[in-house]
């Protein structure tokens, strides 16, 4: 569940950016829609805590974003929020498994290699495990991306132009997965994108229109 009232953000030296309320309920999806640098990644970053609005409010699965403190949201954030961000943001330096561990250490919880490991398997990258990034295509770095946000089987998935550098086919099978993943969690999706192929591929979707662009 989303929910948002009055929200703005104000960048350094830029105009106010002020959002249309949002209510989308659990399990829904919600797609941010309009150019690149319109606001929609600022919208993310206030949904998933990463930025602190200058005014009104985000409730994301019944806790007001805003009010929790630094630390407490960075916790929040990674027990609760799924994150597929538009660059991958995948450590070169560790395997694709490793990666995954990260998930434990951010949200303060012990490893779970098993829970790491039946994730691989069920989005069918199992046979990754010990690659690192630059041995992945990029249908598969994609798919290790939303393994890392699902990992922890969180309330709400928060895509960052998921499609963007995927062809038509790769850019189905994506979406696909990923409605699957989210149907079997009930988890409440929102999707950044300025790509017809999304809108096309989630017609039931709510959607929150950005039409100007960003100026910061």
């Not at 005014?55 to 407490?72: D, F, I, K, N, T």
């Not at 039946?118 to 495990?129: E, P, S, V």
């Given at each position: 569940m989303i929910l948002s009232r009055g929200l703005a953000?104000?960048?350094?030296?830029?105009?106010?950016?002020?959002?249309?309320?949002?209510s989308?309920?659990?399990?829904?999806?919600?797609l941010l829609r309009g150019p690149s640098g319109s606001g929609k990644s600022t919208w993310l970053a206030l949904a998933s805590g990463l930025l602190t609005p200058t005014?009104?409010?985000?409730?994301?699965?019944?806790?007001?974003?805003?009010?929790?403190?630094?630390?407490?949201r960075d916790a929040w954030r990674a027990r609760h929020?799924?994150?597929?961000?538009?660059?991958?943001?995948?450590?070169?330096?560790?395997?694709?498994?490793?990666?995954?561990?990260?998930?434990?250490?951010?949200?303060?919880?012990?490893?779970?290699?098993?829970?790491?490991a039946?994730?691989?398997?069920?989005?069918?990258?199992?046979?990754?495990?010990a690659r690192k990034p630059s041995q992945l295509s990029g249908g598969q770095a994609q798919r290790v991306a939303?393994?890392?946000?699902?990992?922890l089987r969180p309330s709400v998935i928060l895509a960052d132009e998921p499609s963007a550098s995927l062809d038509d086919g790769a850019c189905a099978a994506s979406l696909n997965?990923?409605?699957?993943?989210?149907?079997?969690?009930?988890?409440?999706?929102v999707i950044a994108?300025?790509?017809?192929?999304?809108?096309?591929?989630?017609?039931?979707?709510?959607v929150l229109a950005f039409n100007t662009r960003v100026t910061a």
């Open positions: 953000f104000t960048y350094p030296h830029g105009e106010p950016l002020r959002f249309a309320d949002v989308v309920a659990q399990g829904d999806t919600l005014a009104g409010e985000v409730v994301v699965s019944g806790q007001p974003v805003g009010r929790l403190s630094a630390a407490a929020i799924g994150f597929l961000p538009q660059k991958l943001h995948l450590s070169e330096a560790l395997s694709v498994a490793d990666n995954l561990g990260l998930v434990y250490f951010a949200a303060g919880l012990p490893l779970d290699k098993a829970a790491v039946q994730t691989l398997q069920a989005l069918d990258i199992a046979a990754l495990a939303l393994a890392r946000a699902l990992l997965l990923m409605r699957t993943c989210a149907n079997t969690l009930n988890a409440t999706v994108t300025h790509d017809a192929r999304v809108v096309q591929a989630l017609p039931t979707a709510h």
